[in-house]
């Protein structure tokens, strides 16, 4: 381990739903969303390994493979289920605090999206995330086009001024 390495994140709920509803839930979540690669899954120990990404595909951990996602589910009764959640990266070990937050955010999001999932309102994060991205489009085409004018501006301002001193000397 490493002289400065901090411990893997790790996280246990337990949900009042049984353990077929979270087990699809989490499928859901995973094949919803691009962020989430399903790695490995055992039926028989109800377990995941999810590699978490971005969604535009570069992983979360700067230089490294990206980060692991671990859940281990078990039912304690017929309508609750124990959840073991813990966060580790690829390669090598979490050693760097922007790399422990962001392993915490990983996991709030996973979570959010799950407990969204579980209540069958997992359409409504879908539409919202479609919502802001394209918000986010237009207001990027709109700072283009500003971008564009300004540039035009500068331009004809240098042409304004290379005429007008040619004609002071000429």
């Known amino acids: 381990m490493a002289l400065?390495?901090?411990?893997n994140l790790t996280k246990e709920i337990t949900v009042k739903f049984?353990?077929?509803k979270v087990k699809a839930s989490i499928k859901e979540v995973i094949t919803t969303f691009t962020e989430y690669t399903l790695l490995e899954e055992d039926g028989i120990t109800n377990r995941f390994r999810i590699l978490v990404k971005?969604?535009?595909?570069?992983?979360?951990?700067?230089?490294?493979?990206?980060?692991?996602l671990d859940i281990v589910f078990n039912e304690t009764n017929e309508t609750t289920t124990k959840i073991n959640l813990e966060v580790s990266r690829v390669i090598g070990v979490i050693d760097?605090?922007?790399?422990?937050?962001r392993a915490i955010n990983s996991l709030n999001t996973f979570l959010t999206l799950f407990s969204k999932s579980l209540?069958?309102?997992l359409k409504e994060?879908?539409?919202q995330r479609a919502?802001?991205?394209k918000k986010s489009d237009k207001v990027g085409k709109t700072t283009n086009k500003v971008l564009i004018i300004i540039i035009i501006g500068i331009i004809l301002f240098i042409v304004y001024k290379v005429i007008q001193i040619r004609s002071e000397r000429g």
């Open 18 to 20: 049984p353990v077929d």
């Open 119 to 121: 209540e069958g309102k």
């Open 54 to 68: 971005q969604t535009d595909g570069v992983s979360k951990l700067s230089l490294d493979m990206g980060e692991h």
């Open 4 to 7: 400065f390495a901090l411990p």
């Open 96 to 101: 760097k605090q922007f790399e422990a937050t």
């Open 131 to 133: 919502e802001a991205k």
């Open 125 to 127: 994060v879908v539409q």
